[in-house]
């Protein structure tokens, strides 16, 4: 029988621990759950491995920032720290989602020796175009949306996703579920004005410094143009030996199938136990 937990950490963050074996630690991306990253599979449990997953500040359950700006990746690296040193972790595989896949390299690249492996999922930060003025401005214009209209505010601003017709209705669905589950969604709402603001690491050749087994699990441009293939490519080829996953063409992504995720992490987590 799988152990389930529900913990609590500074500043009051949803915690659930589940299983026993080789840590793994799954941070999600802005505007989702814990539940969305590898979508509510337990095959890490079931295969040996101790997962613990939170709703990020302001997310979910958890109690949003104290400030309605501490929603920089200085913040959500601490808080990851916090998990890790209340769970007892010394040494942890992170799974992270986009803005989870930031909060894990800014840990990785500042206390590498938290870290045992990576699995970064769907990455969409680029140094270099970080402070492009028109997607901050659609960024803000998704917050306004939240604050003064909820979820119907939010998907107007959203607009018609640019994706194929086959994907559309899957992704506004998506949208809708993710952001149906937040408690405080004012607080997402400064997160979503905060997080594409702040930089998780200054230049992608930072990124040279990984040592640790890694994956970049990245999804192609049709059913997800917002997580940029070129991305996660950019990150694979900086990373030594970094795994790139990434599904076949016309497929569905492979951060959308749990259970194929939790082989990926599998994996990495036994690479990182065998060194």
Known sequence: MIRLEVLVAWPNLHIVSAGEGIPVVLLHGLTATQRYVVMGSRALERSGHRVLSYDARGHGTSDPAPDPAAYEYADLAGDLLRVLDGAGIERAV??????????????????PE???GLVLITPAYDPGVQEDAAALARWDALSDGLRTGGVDGFVAAYGTPD???????????????RLEGHAHP??????????????????????QQIAVPTAVVADRDEPDPGHPLAIGEAYAARIPGAE???EQPGSSPIAWQGGQLSKVIARIA????RR
Do not use: C, K, N, Y
């Open 94 to 111: 992170i799974a992270g989602a986009s803005m989870g896949a930031h909060t894990a390299l800014r840990v990785a690249l500042e206390q």
């Open 114 to 116: 938290r870290v045992a």
């Open 163 to 177: 994706v194929p017709e086959s994907w559309r209705a899957t992704l506004l669905t998506v949208l809708r579920q």
């Open 186 to 207: 004012d607080a997402v709402a400064d997160a979503l004005r905060v997080v594409p603001r702040s930089r998780p690491f200054a230049r992608l050749d930072e990124l």
């Open 244 to 246: 790139l996953v990434v």
């Open 270 to 273: 036994d690479d990182a136990e």
